[in-house]
C-alpha cells in the first residue's frame, strides 16, 4: 500500500557465546542459532535496546548451532567498538535473519571485498560451493579471512586478489583488474557482496563484457 512505512524488524537479546578478533581490527562474534536461516540472510545488531541496530551478514552455515557475524571496527563509529569489546556472557539484541541475497545450489561466482566474504562463507559452510568460483579482493595480505579453509575445499575455484601487497598465487590487483583480464564469462549468476563503489563497478564491468543484468545480484555493505 502506497505511503506505508516499512515495519522495522523486532530485535530480541542474545548472549554472546565468543569473540575473535581474526586479523588487526577484525572480529567474528557469536551467539546460539535459534531459528532457521537461509545462507546469505542478515541480521539486525544492536549493542542495546535504546541506541540504531546496525545490519550484517550471517558468516556461519546454517546447520551450525551458533550464528556468528564479521566486523571491521569503525574507529569513528558507535558500534562496533562497543562490539568488538564483548565477552561471552554480555547480551546483544539481534533480530531474525532476513533478506533476499540468498545463495542457492546453482552454479554461481562470487565475488567479495573486505568483510563481504561473510555471507559467501555462509553459503560455502551450508554446503553449496559446488559449481561456484570465489573471488576475494583485499587490501592487504592479512585480510583474506578464512582463507586455509577456501583454498583446502575450493581449490583454483577461490581466487585471493590483492592490491598492496604480493605473494605467491594471490592476484596483484584489485578484483576489477582480475575481470578486465577475462575475456569471455559462463552463463552463470554473479553474487557482488562489498562497498558501493565495488559493487557499481563491477556489475558495470561484467555488463560491458555481456553479462545479463538479471544474472547479476548485489549486497552493499556501508
Known amino acids: 500500500m502506497a505511503g506505508t512505512k516499512k515495519k522495522e524488524p523486532q530485535l530480541f537479546p542474545q ?5 575473535q578478533e581474526i586479523s588487526p581490527g577484525v572480529h567474528l562474534i557469536a551467539f546460539k542459532r535459534n531459528t532457521t536461516f537461509h545462507p546469505g540472510q542478515v541480521v539486525k ?7 540504531p541496530p546496525r545490519i550484517y551478514s550471517i558468516c556461519s552455515g546454517n546447520h551450525e548451532d551458533e550464528i556468528r ?13 562497543k562490539l568488538s569489546a564483548v565477552i561471552p556472557g554480555d547480551t546483544i539484541w539481534v533480530s531474525e535473519p532476513y533478506g533476499s ?25 551450508s554446503g553449496i560451493d559446488k559449481n561456484k568460483k570465489l573471488l576475494h579482493g583485499v587490501s592487504y595480505l592479512n585480510q583474506f579471512y578464512f582463507e586455509d579453509e577456501l583454498e583446502w575445499a575450493m581449490g583454483e575455484n577461490y581466487v585471493r586478489c590483492c592490491s598492496r601487497e604480493s605473494s605467491c598465487n594471490v592476484f596483484p590487483g584489485r578484483v576489477t583488474n582480475y575481470l578486465t583480464n577475462l575475456e569471455s564469462f559462463p552463463d552463470v549468476k554473479f553474487y557482488l557482496c562489498g562497498k558501493a563503489l565495488m559493487v557499481v563497478e ?10 545479463p543484468y538479471e544474472n547479476i545480484l548485489a549486497e552493499i555493505y556501508f
Open 45 to 51: 545488531i544492536g549493542i542495546d535496546s535504546e541506541h
Open 15 to 19: 548472549i554472546i557465546t565468543d569473540n
Open 101 to 125: 541475497f540468498l545463495g542457492s545450489d546453482e552454479a554461481a561466482w562470487w565475488i567479495a571485498t573486505g568483510t563481504g566474504i561473510a555471507p559467501f562463507y555462509s553459503m560455502f559452510r
Open 202 to 211: 563491477v556489475r558495470d564491468l561484467l555488463i560491458e563484457k555481456g553479462v
Open 69 to 81: 557475524v564479521l566486523f571491521n571496527i569503525k574507529e569513528d563509529g558507535f558500534l562496533t567498538p
